[in-house]
């Protein structure tokens, strides 16, 4: 499964310079020995794989974020990958337990993710690094959710000009970067086509 892990990231085109030291950061992580799946909670070991599942609305450019209990930030739902488990499963199966949605990836995207980051992790629990593999699922501010109330306090479609506008620090950080590079993605077309999909400033700039 480490393969087909490395396989996935090393697909992604990275959209500005912090998307590729990442990149290059779980790569290397990826080439090592170190353990890569959460086998303890809530930080053993303390680096270890996620699946981001973010629900857009394309059309209308809004995005789906819970207030999340634990992180006490609004985040896309996801969850840790299981051992051994395939992050593209944990994406269809964590969308489908959190928010009852039936997942449907992206249309032009698809099963694959859009962005990897490394975050140190913030909240009640005790603080580790999160990978995070960034999938996108088609959704709709209509859609009728059934929102796990253990962990979230809310849940909210935000338009995607707000999370932009407010900056990252009631979000997860990369957030705001992430709905540049979607956003260039939509400019541009299909991601992933051996060339760079756009910059995040450009993006913005075409808001």
Same mark, same amino acid.
């Given at each position: 499964?480490?393969? #087909?892990?490395?396989?996935?990231?090393?697909?992604?085109?990275?959209?500005? $310079?912090? =998307?590729?030291?990442?990149?290059?950061?779980?790569?290397?992580?990826?080439?090592?020995?170190?353990?890569? !799946?959460?086998?303890?909670?809530?930080?053993?070991?303390?680096?270890?794989?996620?699946?981001?599942?973010?629900?857009?609305?394309?059309?209308? *450019?809004?995005?789906?974020?819970?207030? &999340?209990?634990?992180?006490?930030?609004?985040?896309?739902?996801?969850?840790?990958?299981?051992?051994?488990?395939?992050?593209?499963?944990?994406?269809?199966?964590?969308?489908? =337990?959190?928010?009852?949605?039936?997942?449907?990836? &992206?249309?032009?995207?698809?099963?694959?993710?859009?962005?990897?980051?490394?975050?140190?992790?913030?909240?009640?629990? =005790?603080?580790?690094?999160?990978?995070?593999?960034? !999938? #996108? !699922?088609?959704?709709? $501010? *209509?859609?009728?959710?059934?929102?796990?109330?253990? =962990? /979230?306090?809310?849940?909210?479609?935000?338009? /995607?000009?707000?999370?932009?506008?407010?900056?990252?620090?009631? !979000?997860?950080?990369?957030?705001?970067?992430?709905?540049?590079?979607?956003?260039?993605?939509?400019?541009?077309?299909?991601?992933?086509?051996?060339?760079?999909?756009?910059?995040?400033?450009?993006?913005? *700039?075409?808001?």
């Amino acid at each position: 499964m480490r393969k #087909v892990v490395r396989e996935l990231v090393d697909a992604i085109v990275p959209v500005d $310079s912090a =998307e590729t030291e990442h990149q290059l950061d779980v790569l290397r992580w990826l080439d090592s020995d170190d353990a890569i !799946f959460r086998t303890e909670k809530p930080a053993t070991p303390p680096k270890h794989l996620v699946s981001y599942c973010v629900l857009v609305d394309t059309d209308d *450019e809004r995005v789906l974020l819970v207030d &999340h209990r634990d992180a006490q930030r609004w985040l896309p739902t996801g969850g840790h990958v299981e051992v051994d488990e395939n992050p593209v499963d944990t994406a269809t199966r964590e969308i489908l =337990e959190e928010l009852g949605v039936e997942p449907t990836f &992206h249309r032009s995207i698809g099963a694959k993710p859009l962005m990897v980051t490394v975050t140190r992790t913030q909240g009640r629990s =005790e603080a580790h690094t999160d990978v995070s593999l960034w !999938f #996108v !699922f088609d959704g709709s $501010s *209509e859609h009728v959710l059934t929102p796990d109330e253990a =962990e /979230f306090v809310d849940v909210k479609w935000w338009n /995607f000009d707000d999370v932009c506008d407010v900056g990252p620090v009631a !979000f997860d950080p990369h957030l705001p970067r992430f709905i540049g590079k979607l956003r260039a993605c939509a400019r541009e077309g299909e991601p992933g086509a051996g060339r760079p999909v756009g910059t995040v400033d450009q993006a913005v *700039e075409d808001r």
